[in-house]
C-alpha cells in the first residue's frame, strides 16, 4: 500500500502579523492556512498544507521571504520570519494536529472538541464537533473563544434569537448558534473555500439544513439591509469593522447584540471610538495575547 504524504509550508511568526502571513501562504502556496500559537514562547507558526509539493521550492521561499520583508516594512511585528516547507508522512501531520488542539468547554452551556476525543457531555451541554484542516476556526484562537462564550451568555432558551455570521471561517459560530437554540441562523464568507469548508462542517454537525452559508463580499452588500438580527458576529479586521461600520450595524435589530473580534489591542480603542460614534456602547470586552474583542449593545437615550 502506498503510504501517502502531505507537503507543510510554515513561517514562523507573531500574533500580530498571523492574518498577514496567512494570506502570504494563502497567495503563494495553498488556499486557506491555519495557525497555532504555542503559550510557552508565543510563537505563532501559521502553515499551509497541499498534497503536491511547490513547483519551485527555491522560488517559493524567495517569494514568501520577500513579502515578510514587505509586511515589516509597513511595521508589522514579524518575529523570526523563518520559513519551512517539508514533506511529512499524512499520518505524522495528523498525529501532530492531535497534540495541539484539545477540548474546548464554553462555560456549561458548550463542549467543542475533535472527532478523536472522546468525552461524555454534562447534562444539557451541547456539541460542536470541528476537527482542525485548512480552515481557520477551532475556538482556540482567541477572537473565535470570545465569539462563542458571548454566543452561549446571550442565548435565551424561551425565545429563538436569529443569528447572523460575517466571515464564517470554519462556520464554528453560526454551528454553535444553532446548537445553542439560535434560529433562524445565517452566515457568509468572502472566501470561497471557507464557504464549502462551513458547509461540509455544519453536514457533519447535522445542522446543514438550520444555516444559510453564502459566499459574499462585506464590502459589497446593500448599505440599506432587507434583514436585522438579534446577534451579528463579526469576526473581521479592524480596517474592515472601521470602513463597513455602517453595513454592520444595518444588519443588528435596534435591540441586538454585536460581537466584533479579529482586532489588534492597538487597534481596539479606534474600533470603539468609531462605533461609539453612532450611540452603540461596549459592554463587555476582553483582551487576550495580542488580541482584544468586544460586545456593544445600543445605547439608551
Not at 136 to 152: D, K, N, S, V, Y
Not at 200 to 219: F, G, M, P
Not at 237 to 251: F, P, V
Request: proline share 5%; with cysteine.
Amino acid at each position: 500500500m502506498k503510504r501517502e504524504t502531505i507537503w507543510k509550508t510554515s513561517i514562523a511568526t507573531t500574533a500580530e502579523a498571523e492574518d498577514a502571513v496567512a494570506e502570504l501562504l494563502a497567495t503563494h502556496v495553498a488556499p486557506s492556512p491555519s495557525a497555532y500559537t504555542d503559550v510557552e514562547t508565543e510563537v505563532t507558526t501559521v502553515s499551509a498544507y497541499s498534497t503536491e509539493p511547490p513547483a519551485n521550492i527555491a522560488a517559493t521561499k524567495a517569494a514568501l521571504a520577500a513579502g515578510m520583508k514587505q509586511l515589516k516594512h509597513f511595521s508589522l511585528s514579524v518575529g523570526s520570519a523563518r520559513i519551512s516547507i517539508v514533506k511529512l508522512p499524512r499520518e505524522n501531520w495528523a498525529d501532530s494536529w492531535k497534540r495541539h488542539f484539545p477540548a474546548l468547554e464554553i462555560g456549561k452551556e458548550l463542549l467543542v472538541k475533535p472527532s478523536w476525543i472522546k468525552r461524555k457531555l454534562k447534562p444539557g451541554q451541547k456539541l460542536v464537533v470541528l476537527d482542525p484542516g485548512l480552515s481557520f476556526g477551532t475556538g482556540q484562537h482567541p477572537t473565535t473563544g470570545f465569539c462563542l462564550r458571548e454566543i452561549a451568555r446571550h442565548a435565551k432558551a424561551e425565545k429563538p434569537r436569529s443569528f447572523f455570521d460575517m466571515g464564517t471561517g470554519s462556520g464554528i459560530l453560526a454551528i454553535a448558534a444553532v446548537k445553542l437554540g439560535y434560529e433562524p441562523v445565517e452566515a457568509f464568507d468572502f472566501d470561497p473555500q471557507c464557504v464549502k469548508v462551513s458547509h461540509d462542517n455544519a453536514r457533519r454537525n447535522r445542522v446543514e439544513t438550520k444555516i444559510k452559508i453564502t459566499q459574499a463580499d462585506l464590502t459589497k452588500l446593500p448599505r440599506r439591509a432587507a434583514k436585522q438580527y438579534d446577534f451579528v458576529c463579526a469576526n473581521l479586521l479592524a480596517n474592515l469593522l472601521i470602513a463597513e461600520r455602517d453595513r454592520i450595524l444595518a444588519r443588528v435589530k435596534p435591540d441586538g447584540v454585536l460581537v466584533v473580534a479579529g482586532i489588534l489591542k492597538r487597534e481596539f480603542s479606534e474600533v470603539q471610538s468609531v462605533y461609539e460614534a453612532t450611540n452603540w456602547q461596549l459592554v463587555a470586552s476582553k483582551v487576550e495575547k495580542e488580541w482584544r474583542s468586544g460586545t456593544f449593545i445600543r445605547a439608551a437615550i
